[in-house]
């Protein structure tokens, strides 16, 4: 079979998709895998209690129900979920918004996949634009988004260390270069996959920045502010028409409703709307139907700083407890600064073996993780070899299961070193 360039791109090997077969496979095998890899949300009995609450109301509403399965929505989403999101961020942050700033996406991967290739690759006349990413490593699925060859330019970090066994990226701003080739600037807070989140005045030097090329900075907010707020650390919600808000229903317990919301000046929704037309006809009803009353209500705000941010918080702690008392100080190891999300960023400096090694060994041992090397789209091919010595762990399933897996991890890494000194 002969595929186009679109069909090639979109088929060989992505990160992603090497994620999620694993994750389906491991699934629909029935084997006893600890599942460490994927970013599904933990299940909150609070959160899931509330949810049933709400689709009973709809199951016994006929014209819900119709609304439901029956009507499609215009391309920019569902009405009165959009028009009461704009009363609650207006209520509570003063943005300013019109339903016309809001749309919806199946899901926040088709936003960025939607946003990234309208902002960044060929602009005809010679002019090719790259997606700016100021603090590499970043969400593996962006790495695979654009159709445009190298449509990233990422940046390195500044490490700086935080405890005896804590590490923490900053934003370099004197490697930082926004340029005319420069489409759109974006970064996602908490970061997906170390848990690191930019501060509110490092978010203001890179809205600044964005705004002197009058490009747009895409926040990535899918475990951020205002909801679902998996932050433990501060950060306020921030939104101007300089900015593009993407967040989602996803970590507040809502994954399979494939639901994301991007936030923005009524110029870029009306163009994402157009797009999400020709791609989708129309997004899907149901996550926003879910969510609505708790938009509405402004529960969506309490639940997730009251109930959603505790829960993950909490079993960060565990988490990070298990790890430092399986490691021990035998070897050098490190934990990124866990600031937010469900993932720790685990570093192994100068590990005998590759990050992506480790990961097949731990699969063999039936514990499934991701290799770092898939986090750093948009760096050169060069010899950096920190991006070959991290793992990518979630902590948001069963606390028991994270605590074996973070043990098995911690024996194969020691016996990774104890090899290496063995044959010198």
Not at 97 to 115: C, D, H, R, V, Y
Not at 314 to 335: L, P, S
Request: charged share 20%; hydrophobic share 45%; glycine share 10%.
């Amino acid at each position: 079979m002969k595929l186009s360039a679109f069909g090639n791109k979109l088929t060989s090997g992505a990160g992603i998709t090497s994620l999620m077969e694993d994750l389906g496979n491991a699934l629909a095998s029935g084997d006893e895998m600890i599942m460490m890899g994927g970013g599904n949300p933990g299940h909150i009995p609070e959160v899931q209690d509330r949810i049933t609450e709400i689709l009973e109301g709809i199951s016994r509403d006929p014209a819900a129900i119709r609304r439901l399965v029956g009507i499609y929505d215009p391309p920019q989403g569902e009405k009165q979920f959009i028009a009461a999101l704009a009363d609650l961020l207006n209520r509570e942050y003063g943005w300013g918004l019109k339903p016309e700033n809001i749309a919806l996406t199946n899901g926040s991967q088709a936003a960025f996949f939607m946003l990234f290739n309208m902002f960044g690759g060929d602009y005809g006349d010679g002019i090719h634009k790259h997606i700016l990413l100021p603090l590499a490593p970043e969400y593996i699925g962006y790495a695979d988004a654009g159709i445009a060859p190298e449509l990233f330019k990422a940046v390195r970090p500044e490490i700086t260390f935080t405890d005896a066994h804590e590490f923490k990226y900053r934003v370099d701003f004197d490697a930082v270069e926004v340029t005319a080739e420069t489409g759109a600037i974006c970064v996602s807070r908490p970061t997906n996959p170390t848990g690191n989140v930019i501060t509110d005045d490092e978010l203001a030097q890179l809205e600044e920045m964005a705004r002197a090329y009058d490009v747009p900075l895409i926040v990535d907010g899918a475990y951020g502010t205002p909801f679902p707020s998996l932050l433990f650390t501060d950060a306020e919600p921030h939104w101007n028409e300089q900015i593009i808000l993407c967040l989602s229903l996803s970590k507040l317990g809502l994954p399979a409703v494939r639901t994301g919301i991007v936030i923005a000046a009524e110029p870029v929704i009306a163009a994402l709307s157009g797009v999400n037309a020709i791609m989708n006809l129309a997004t899907g009803s149901f996550g926003a139907m879910l969510a609505e009353p708790l938009v509405r209500s402004g529960e969506i705000l309490s639940i997730s700083r009251e109930i959603v941010c505790p829960f993950y918080q909490r079993k960060m702690q565990r988490a990070v407890a298990a790890f430092t008392e399986a490691m021990g100080d035998g070897c050098r190891w490190y934990i990124h600064k866990p600031e937010g999300a469900m993932f720790l960023w685990l570093w192994f400096p100068d590990l005998p073996i590759s990050s992506f090694e480790l990961y097949q060994r731990l699969k063999a041992r039936g514990v499934l993780v991701v290799s770092g090397h898939y986090f750093f789209p948009g760096l050169p091919d060069d010899d950096w070899r920190h991006r070959h010595e991290c793992l990518r762990v979630t902590y948001s399933q069963d606390d028991a299961q994270v605590a074996k897996g973070l043990a098995i991890i911690a024996e194969e890494v020691k016996a990774v070193w104890a090899a290496a000194a063995a044959t010198g």
